[in-house]
């Protein structure tokens, strides 16, 4: 079993929809990570939490450190919503190496 | 200034050639990690540094691989002999520091290709 899962894998919505992809995790973390991996390959860091909940623009994450369980929404989805997004966990301890889920695909169609 | 810059964005070699995959972290930054992602998949650790110490290679692989990082800026990731199973793109990231919830910042990648 993966120590990361993501689900879904793959995720195809409307123009407009609310989104949820959903993260958990078997270790024990100092901070969770969600990343966007574009079209053409480049990855970018969108949040990073470690508790409770950040908003920037339509993108909403928020963990829950005892269900040891996350979740990023993206609200009034647009076609330049799809991509791939990753979420990451750092250890906990002092290692800032990341342990990556597989990733959900996501197409917003206009 | 620059973000992550890695080179070359494309190799391809022949089996048992050996490869050398460089990346530029940003300016400043004290941590640099080396990933590597196959196609459809997350990316995976490999190996990072703190500064030119090498803190942690437990994903490397096997003894092919190796990584420097000689004066704690750029760092050179050698593949010795490659084999097609090497095939993968290899992603370089740098941060502020070793922490767990500092920011990392990708590079392009570079996509090998072994035939």
């Known amino acids: 079993k993966n120590e990361v899962e993501q689900s879904p894998q793959n995720l195809t919505a409307q123009e407009g929809e609310f989104i949820t992809i959903n993260c958990s995790y078997s270790v024990g973390i100092s901070a969770l990570h969600w990343l966007q991996q574009h079209p053409g390959g480049g990855i970018v860091s969108l949040f990073m939490l470690s508790s409770g909940k950040k908003k920037h623009g339509r993108l909403i994450a928020t963990i829950n450190i005892q269900e040891k369980h996350s979740s990023l929404h993206i609200t009034a989805s647009h076609p330049r919503d799809s991509a791939v997004y990753i979420c990451a966990v750092g250890r906990g301890g002092s290692q800032g190496n990341l342990i990556f889920g597989k990733g959900t695909k996501l197409s917003v169609k206009p | 200034g620059a973000g992550v810059s890695q080179s070359p964005r494309y190799k391809v070699t022949k089996r048992g050639q050996d490869v050398a995959l460089r990346c530029d972290p940003i300016s400043g930054h004290v941590s640099l990690y080396w990933y590597r992602q196959a196609l459809g998949q997350g990316p995976e650790f490999l190996t990072y540094f703190n500064y030119e110490a090498q803190q942690d290679k437990s994903g490397l692989p096997n003894d092919r691989f190796s990584a420097e990082r000689p004066e704690g800026s750029i760092s050179t990731l050698t593949i010795q002999r490659t084999e097609q199973r090497d095939s993968a793109m290899y992603r370089c990231?740098?941060?502020?520091?070793?922490?767990?919830?500092?920011?990392?910042?990708f590079g392009p990648g570079t996509r090998l290709t072994v035939l």
């Open positions: 990231a740098s941060s502020l520091s070793g922490q767990p919830y500092n920011e990392q910042f």
